[in-house]
């Protein structure tokens, strides 16, 4: 097991506002105890070898490896037009995985946003012949495409289309590609979605290629029957809190040992910072302590 962080405080600032750079964030990164930094296609300002390069240069002498790049394909939209594009997106973002970490790492694949009008059937029909088309490129550059099961991306309307279990496992089994097709496991975002992170956890360990220990809090007034009554669509509410990692609702000790019992040696990353590098600091530590414990 591998530690990375990833700055879900600085989201917005780097990839919304363009208040900080990426090369921002790797300088801060510096006074962190990790080995890698994960990435967000949204980090960049520029698609260009050259630009992407100098991004992985800099991550090398900060003394860090790209373990993930975190990409959200929207593979659901109505219009084919649109379909297309993100295929050929996710083709090029895998590309730029294989520049900044070369080959092993990770590149994360989303099915999409979760339209009102696209049903369960014809939205899994288009993700499937989706990934399916990318894949080829995943095999030629030696990049692994991470299925995570998310919430949504900050920057989309709708929430993800395989957001709940029932439609991520499906979507999971009905992909046959073992060595280059896997599953970036989230188990805060099981919760968000209202289901068990290890029963999930449990269905997919075989599967799982890297993970975000991310970890959340509810907020006074709320219970877990609220979010597993849910439809999945809470969100980032108020009611469910960023927090440091192994101090909100997962169980971590649970997680890392199912984990190390399946034998995984991939990327484990914190999501997290919400109030600060200090936290983000703690949750590192946190994972330190873990892998002492289980690894």
Not at 46 to 60: F, M, Q, T
Not at 196 to 202: A, R, T, V
Request: charged fraction near 25%.
């Amino acid at each position: 097991m591998k530690i990375s962080a990833f700055p879900k405080c600085y989201l917005d600032d780097i990839a919304g506002d363009r208040a900080m750079s990426v090369f921002d964030w790797i300088e801060m990164a510096k006074s962190l105890p990790a080995e890698g930094l994960e990435m967000y296609e949204g980090f960049f300002t520029s698609l260009d070898d050259s630009y992407i390069l100098e991004v992985r240069d800099a991550i090398a002498a900060a003394g860090f490896a790209m373990p993930m790049l975190c990409c959200s394909p929207n593979f659901t939209h109505p219009e084919a037009d649109e379909r297309k594009r993100a295929v050929e997106h996710e083709a090029k973002m895998i590309r730029v995985t294989k520049l900044l970490g070369g080959e092993g790492a990770v590149c994360r694949v989303l099915s999409g946003q979760r339209y009102p009008d696209v049903s369960r059937e014809q939205g899994l029909e288009w993700v499937i012949e989706c990934i399916e088309q990318v894949l080829p490129v995943a095999r030629e550059q030696g990049i692994v495409l991470g299925l995570e099961n998310h919430y949504k991306d900050g920057f989309w309307r709708y929430p993800e289309f395989a957001q709940k279990m029932d439609v991520f496992l499906e979507l999971l089994d009905a992909i046959s590609e073992r060595e280059y097709f896997g599953v970036q496991y989230d188990p805060s975002n099981a919760i968000v979605a209202g289901d068990d992170p290890l029963e999930l956890l449990q269905a997919v360990k075989r599967r799982v290629v890297s993970m975000h220990a991310s970890d959340r809090f509810l907020t006074e007034g709320y219970t877990l029957d609220d979010l597993r009554d849910s439809d999945g669509t809470i969100g980032y509410s108020p009611a469910l809190q960023h927090g440091v990692t192994g101090q909100g609702l997962n169980d971590f000790d649970k997680i890392f040992e199912t984990l190390s019992e399946v034998g995984f040696a991939g990327w484990v990353s914190i999501e997290d910072g919400m109030n600060g590098m200090g936290e983000m600091r703690e949750s590192l530590e946190f994972l330190h302590l873990m892998r002492d414990r289980y690894f």
